[in-house]
């Protein structure tokens, strides 16, 4: 529904609250002067902008991670989970001890966001407890938000030469199934590819890859992700998790799945690709989604990796031993260039620049994977090389 519709439901103590938040002059006992007096104000988009551009980083990080978010409904639990979860620029344990006494509740964030007519309770008795985000403020707010971002963007012409991996992931699944069923793979005692067989399969790839630098520190990011380097681990990862491959009796094999499948031939999606990663990189990075959405509308021309990265680190969490920027250039950006959806260049006065792919805009636009569906992982389990 749109912010008129959810103000129609809305009952009269909640549109006062509203009126009253954006200095609305009206009759605050007339339902329909309430409402025409909101949509007044709130229709002008300086005093719209005037309010995004208050709120609080942490209110943005809120806001952030339910903006592309194409449920219709959340509990108040999920709203508070999401809140806890933008906190996280506290560089030391004391530090952040003296923050949470200081920093308001989640709920009361919640209820300022009610207060601005941001958040709705449902309208039938099966969501009357649940909230609901206006469908056309959700696009307004995407809309100030991209605009505030592109005040910070450095945009470049197309460099001399840069870097297009579309379509190589994709072809590399089948290279990986091919590589097994033709080889004799043994495995070590804990279930890994000898330095020597990742080597040979490396080289097999389209892409070029360095195997895993010793006392590297990796976890979080996949299956694989602490014994074989970034690509080609997400690429076994996918290859397991579809059921093609098998370790047992120190060997890796394909299993029935798989080698039928490599008779199948073909060019795996693109697309399932880039959904497997998301489910599985979310693990590290909840918001993964809703950055990614953000680098699609920052990047549609030929952009400076180092503005980009001032517009959106404040959103990227870092995660144990990867600080943000680590996660957003490395976890992120490299991903998204191995998965085709942006391309990466070399800029004489710039430095490094992306952009977006016309696939990769398809493919962003057409797959979309809840808050809440991601492959598990034991982030515990650390691993150093």
């Known amino acids: 529904m749109n912010l008129a519709d959810m103000l129609s439901y ?33 229709g002008r988009r300086d005093v719209f902008e005037q309010h995004v551009n208050e709120m609080t980083l942490e209110e943005l990080r809120f806001l952030n991670s339910i903006l592309f978010d194409k449920r219709s409904s959340f509990s108040l639990e999920e709203l508070i989970a999401r809140v806890q979860q933008t906190k996280f ?15 308001p509740h989640p709920r009361e964030t919640i209820s300022k966001f009610k207060h601005s ?23 307004r707010l995407i809309d100030v938000l991209r605009q505030s971002f592109a005040m910070h963007l450095t945009e470049t012409d197309t460099p001399s030469s840069y870097r297009d991996e579309d379509g ?25 590819m000898y330095k020597k067989t990742q080597q040979q399969l490396l080289d097999y790839f389209g892409v070029q890859e360095a195997p895993i630098a010793r006392g590297e520190w990796r976890f979080g990011y996949g299956r694989r992700f602490h ?24 060997r890796l094999s394909c299993t029935p799945k798989g080698i039928e499948r490599i008779a199948n031939g073909g060019i795996e999606s693109s697309a399932s690709l880039y959904r497997f990663w998301l489910k599985l990189y979310k693990n590290a990075i909840p918001n993964l989604l809703s950055i990614v959405h953000w680098i699609q509308l920052c990047t ?21 031993f990867d600080s943000s920027q680590a996660v957003f250039r490395q976890r992120i950006i490299m991903m998204l260039v191995h998965l085709g959806v942006i391309r990466f260049g ?13 696939r990769g805009q398809l493919i962003i636009d057409s797959v979309y994977v809840a808050h809440e569906d991601k492959i598990q992982l034991d982030v515990d389990k650390r691993h150093s090389h």
């Not at 954006?22 to 009759?27: D, E, I, L, M």
């Not at 992931?169 to 091919?178: N, P, R, S, T, W």
């Not at 549609?300 to 144990?320: G, H």
Request: with cysteine; net charge negative.
């Open 227 to 250: 014994d074989y380097p970034n690509r080609m681990s997400l690429l076994y990862d996918y290859a397991f998790y579809q059921g093609w491959l098998e370790e047992g009796d120190g």
């Open 300 to 320: 549609k021309q030929w952009t400076t990796l180092d503005s980009l990265e001032r517009a959106l680190l404040p959103f990227v969490r870092p995660f144990f």
């Open 89 to 103: 620029d506290l560089e030391h344990a004391g530090a952040e001890q003296q923050a949470v006494t200081s920093m």
């Open 10 to 42: 809305a009952d009269i103590n909640q549109l006062t609250r509203i009126a009253q938040r954006y200095g609305c002059v009206c009759n605050e006992h007339s339902k329909h002067e309430l409402i025409q007096s909101i949509l007044s104000v709130l």
């Open 168 to 192: 190589r992931m994709a072809e590399d699944v089948l290279q990986l199934l091919k590589f097994i069923v033709d080889g004799n793979v043994l495995l070590n005692a804990e279930g890994v």
């Open 346 to 358: 070399e800029d004489e006065q710039y430095g490094s620049v992306i952009q977006t792919t016309r």
């Open 117 to 139: 007519g941001w958040l709705f309770n449902g309208c039938s008795h099966q969501t009357k407890y649940l909230f609901q985000v206006p469908s056309d403020l959700k696009m």
